[in-house]
């Protein structure tokens, strides 16, 4: 049996709820209707907001603290495909905790490296991130990650530019980590308008690429290495990659 | 004549790049309510140059006028090059627009020597004053002291930096003297050990402090250099060597020719030997002795190592303590890590190890899994060793070394 959901995280609850007390083993587990005939039979499961509630206090209650952590952060790699492993992975915890750390099962093992990639992305992007000067002092940035790693640039930059006002814009989830005076958090992003930047915006933009350009060395050039470091996807919004 | 800040810029980043010294982790929650900065734990890349280097800190000199004339440096007071001179104003100024751009983690800080070492020591505090009194900023600053300045100075510069650090440049006495006229052994280590011992006054936590060694411009082995280094470590007077291998700049008779190439894979391998010392538990003797003081250019050192020491060989990976594991060639600390983790919960074969991500290419030769060896495999010192040099070489192990063919240490 193949199941069906709408990709979201408390629907996901409920289907974990559906296949514990229906016992249901299902081959896969889709967030889309498939636009091909299948020769399976098709379940689609729907929110349910009792069977949700009950399953997210029973993960609360039972798992510990780093892997009921585990299980939000995959969610937050939303082009992934990780149902059928988180599923298998959150009925292990129900039969035992310990087995979440055994890297040996490799459903546990694709989840591990799932997260680390969710967090490695969330690293490389707190240096790549780049902030453009706004009419009032108000900075903005652009951004268009694979996974949704929002939540973690807030936490990063409200420490780091905590007396400043500023938006980072998840270009692809319609998303914005707001920081301001009135507002500190996530909001959708309804409608945008194309923002004016301040008057010394230029200048500091320009004194970056001469920065950049005048320290590399250009008798030890090696693109490949630096494309290692800083692979093209990560370049759209880079100051000193845009001309 | 007056420079627009463009050129200056320009001037002022080109004199400081040759500095290879870049890292800037620290404390994590160093920030306060209402300021601006913050440093990160693990430190943070936020470019990266054309030469593949992290780009992390504003790197530049605070000026490149010079009145020292040491051998193998760019701004020596006889070369003929623009010179140039930012204000401490301007320059905090620009470190300000640039972090909150998310440009920088923070300042790097160096300078040429303009009057006098003090009154280097004082613009440039002159610059840390106004950044961390004025604008309250706490991101990350690492200043160069300047050898020679007064005590006082180098105690204020303690207090406002996260990092400090003093280049000794060439591994012996010698070299320096012959070089570096206006230095000495002495004068370049005292402004380290004044530093330490400030902080130390002031927290049981020592400040980071690092150095930087200029490979191939003078005859040193790899082997003194090493044991400078870990003596270094050691006395836990640093944090971090950075080699730089030499790249010829000035014509001088003293130095080898401008025609010589920079010795990158010497750097490399010297890296790699560093890290061996910092991070994988040994000692510089293990890596390197009297009979072969060079590291090897065709083997990684800890391969190299392993290769003259195969009676310690094969190490049973479900037995043996993570020190064993770090000494396996081809397994880093995350594999060892990996391995301690998996191990608790079934006896690991070498399919496990494939399955967790952990390349064995190397390691087979060196490990047993439960008992067993990989059977077909060689086992003896010279088949180990030709068939690691006939593995495909790694993308990620500097790839211009083997598209150029620039390198090799010998002058």
């Given at each position: 049996m193949l199941l069906l959901y709408d990709g979201s995280f408390e629907t996901f609850l409920t289907l974990v709820h559906e296949v514990y007390y229906k016992k249901i083993n299902p081959d896969g587990i889709l967030k889309k209707r498939p636009d091909m005939l299948v020769f399976d039979t098709l379940y689609e499961v729907r929110y349910d907001e009792a069977k949700s509630l009950a399953v997210y206090e029973a993960l609360q209650k039972k798992f510990a603290r780093e892997h009921f952590e585990r299980i939000l952060h995959i969610f937050m790699?939303?082009?992934?495909?990780f149902e059928s492993d988180l599923l298998h992975y959150i009925m292990l915890g129900f039969k035992s905790?310990?087995?979440?750390?055994?890297?040996?099962?490799a459903s546990v093992f694709r989840l591990h490296s799932l997260q680390k990639e969710l967090f490695r992305i969330a690293h490389k992007m707190s240096g790549f991130l780049r902030f453009s000067e706004l009419e009032e002092g108000m900075l903005y940035a652009k951004v268009d990650t694979k996974y949704s790693v929002l939540y973690f640039l807030g936490l990063h930059f409200s420490k780091r530019l905590n007396n400043q006002n500023y938006i980072i814009h998840d270009i692809q989830r319609d998303l914005a980590f707001v920081h301001t005076n009135a507002f500190k958090g996530i909001q959708k992003v309804a409608e945008f308008q194309i923002p004016r930047h301040s008057k010394e915006e230029q200048k500091f933009s320009r004194l970056w690429r001469t920065f950049f350009q005048s320290t590399s060395m250009q008798n030890k050039e090696n693109k490949k290495l630096q494309r290692q470091g800083v692979?093209?996807?990560?370049?759209?919004?880079?100051t000193e990659f845009i001309n | 004549m007056k420079k627009d800040i463009f050129t200056k810029m320009q001037i002022l980043s080109d004199s400081a790049k040759y500095d290879v010294s870049c890292s800037s982790s620290g404390?994590?929650?160093n920030y306060k309510t209402g300021e601006l900065g913050a440093a990160n734990s693990s430190g943070i890349c936020h470019t990266f140059t054309s030469d593949g280097r992290c780009v992390s800190l504003l790197k530049v000199?605070?000026?490149?006028?010079?009145i020292y004339d040491c051998a193998?440096?760019?701004?020596?007071?006889?070369n003929d090059i623009p010179r140039a001179a930012f204000s401490p104003r301007e320059l905090a100024d620009i470190t300000v627009h640039f972090y909150k751009r998310n440009y920088i983690e923070g300042l790097f800080l160096s300078s040429g020597i303009i009057q006098s070492e003090d009154h280097t020591m004082e613009l440039m505090l002159r610059t840390l004053r106004i950044l961390r009194h004025e604008y309250r900023f706490n991101g990350y600053i690492h200043v160069k002291l300047i050898p020679g300045s007064s005590p006082e100075l180098i105690e204020e510069a303690v207090g406002l930096a996260s990092r400090v650090s003093s280049n000794i440049?060439?591994?012996s006495d010698v070299s320096l003297r012959s070089?570096?006229?206006?230095?000495?052994k002495e004068k370049v280590l005292s402004p380290l050990k004044l530093a330490r011992n400030f902080s130390l006054e002031q927290t049981d936590k020592p400040i980071g402090m690092s150095t930087q060694l200029i490979v191939?411009?003078?005859?040193?082995?790899d082997m003194e250099i090493l044991r400078l280094s870990s003596a270094l470590y050691e006395k836990a007077l640093l944090k971090r060597v950075y080699y730089s291998a030499y790249i010829p700049i000035n014509d001088d008779?003293?130095?080898?020719?401008?025609?010589t190439k920079p010795p990158l894979l010497r750097e490399h391998r010297l890296y790699q030997a560093d890290w061996l010392l910092r991070f994988?538990?040994?000692s510089y003797d293990e890596i390197l002795n009297?009979?072969?003081?060079n590291l090897d250019e065709e083997l990684d050192p800890k391969s190299f190592w392993a290769l003259n020491n195969l009676?310690?060989?094969?190490?049973e990976i479900n037995s043996s303590s993570y020190e064993e594991l770090l000494?396996?060639?081809?397994?880093g600390v995350r594999g060892a890590k990996k391995i301690l983790q998996a191990r608790r919960f079934k006896k690991l074969k070498i399919e496990d190890l494939a399955a967790l991500r952990?390349?064995?290419?190397?390691a087979r030769y060196f490990i047993l899994c439960d008992g067993r060896?990989?059977?077909?495999l060689p086992h003896y010192g010279e088949h180990i060793r030709s068939a690691l040099l006939s593995?495909?070489?790694?993308?990620?192990?500097?790839?211009t070394l083997f598209d150029n063919g620039a390198f090799f240490g010998e002058f």
């Amino acid at each position: 049996m193949l199941l069906l959901y709408d990709g979201s995280f408390e629907t996901f609850l409920t289907l974990v709820h559906e296949v514990y007390y229906k016992k249901i083993n299902p081959d896969g587990i889709l967030k889309k209707r498939p636009d091909m005939l299948v020769f399976d039979t098709l379940y689609e499961v729907r929110y349910d907001e009792a069977k949700s509630l009950a399953v997210y206090e029973a993960l609360q209650k039972k798992f510990a603290r780093e892997h009921f952590e585990r299980i939000l952060h995959i969610f937050m790699c939303d082009g992934a495909d990780f149902e059928s492993d988180l599923l298998h992975y959150i009925m292990l915890g129900f039969k035992s905790q310990k087995e979440l750390d055994n890297i040996t099962i490799a459903s546990v093992f694709r989840l591990h490296s799932l997260q680390k990639e969710l967090f490695r992305i969330a690293h490389k992007m707190s240096g790549f991130l780049r902030f453009s000067e706004l009419e009032e002092g108000m900075l903005y940035a652009k951004v268009d990650t694979k996974y949704s790693v929002l939540y973690f640039l807030g936490l990063h930059f409200s420490k780091r530019l905590n007396n400043q006002n500023y938006i980072i814009h998840d270009i692809q989830r319609d998303l914005a980590f707001v920081h301001t005076n009135a507002f500190k958090g996530i909001q959708k992003v309804a409608e945008f308008q194309i923002p004016r930047h301040s008057k010394e915006e230029q200048k500091f933009s320009r004194l970056w690429r001469t920065f950049f350009q005048s320290t590399s060395m250009q008798n030890k050039e090696n693109k490949k290495l630096q494309r290692q470091g800083v692979p093209l996807l990560y370049r759209a919004y880079m100051t000193e990659f845009i001309n | 004549m007056k420079k627009d800040i463009f050129t200056k810029m320009q001037i002022l980043s080109d004199s400081a790049k040759y500095d290879v010294s870049c890292s800037s982790s620290g404390s994590e929650n160093n920030y306060k309510t209402g300021e601006l900065g913050a440093a990160n734990s693990s430190g943070i890349c936020h470019t990266f140059t054309s030469d593949g280097r992290c780009v992390s800190l504003l790197k530049v000199l605070l000026t490149n006028f010079c009145i020292y004339d040491c051998a193998y440096c760019i701004n020596r007071v006889g070369n003929d090059i623009p010179r140039a001179a930012f204000s401490p104003r301007e320059l905090a100024d620009i470190t300000v627009h640039f972090y909150k751009r998310n440009y920088i983690e923070g300042l790097f800080l160096s300078s040429g020597i303009i009057q006098s070492e003090d009154h280097t020591m004082e613009l440039m505090l002159r610059t840390l004053r106004i950044l961390r009194h004025e604008y309250r900023f706490n991101g990350y600053i690492h200043v160069k002291l300047i050898p020679g300045s007064s005590p006082e100075l180098i105690e204020e510069a303690v207090g406002l930096a996260s990092r400090v650090s003093s280049n000794i440049e060439l591994p012996s006495d010698v070299s320096l003297r012959s070089l570096a006229p206006n230095k000495t052994k002495e004068k370049v280590l005292s402004p380290l050990k004044l530093a330490r011992n400030f902080s130390l006054e002031q927290t049981d936590k020592p400040i980071g402090m690092s150095t930087q060694l200029i490979v191939g411009a003078t005859p040193e082995s790899d082997m003194e250099i090493l044991r400078l280094s870990s003596a270094l470590y050691e006395k836990a007077l640093l944090k971090r060597v950075y080699y730089s291998a030499y790249i010829p700049i000035n014509d001088d008779k003293k130095l080898p020719s401008l025609m010589t190439k920079p010795p990158l894979l010497r750097e490399h391998r010297l890296y790699q030997a560093d890290w061996l010392l910092r991070f994988y538990g040994f000692s510089y003797d293990e890596i390197l002795n009297e009979a072969s003081p060079n590291l090897d250019e065709e083997l990684d050192p800890k391969s190299f190592w392993a290769l003259n020491n195969l009676h310690l060989f094969p190490v049973e990976i479900n037995s043996s303590s993570y020190e064993e594991l770090l000494r396996i060639p081809g397994i880093g600390v995350r594999g060892a890590k990996k391995i301690l983790q998996a191990r608790r919960f079934k006896k690991l074969k070498i399919e496990d190890l494939a399955a967790l991500r952990i390349s064995v290419k190397k390691a087979r030769y060196f490990i047993l899994c439960d008992g067993r060896m990989q059977k077909e495999l060689p086992h003896y010192g010279e088949h180990i060793r030709s068939a690691l040099l006939s593995l495909p070489k790694q993308k990620k192990e500097q790839p211009t070394l083997f598209d150029n063919g620039a390198f090799f240490g010998e002058f």
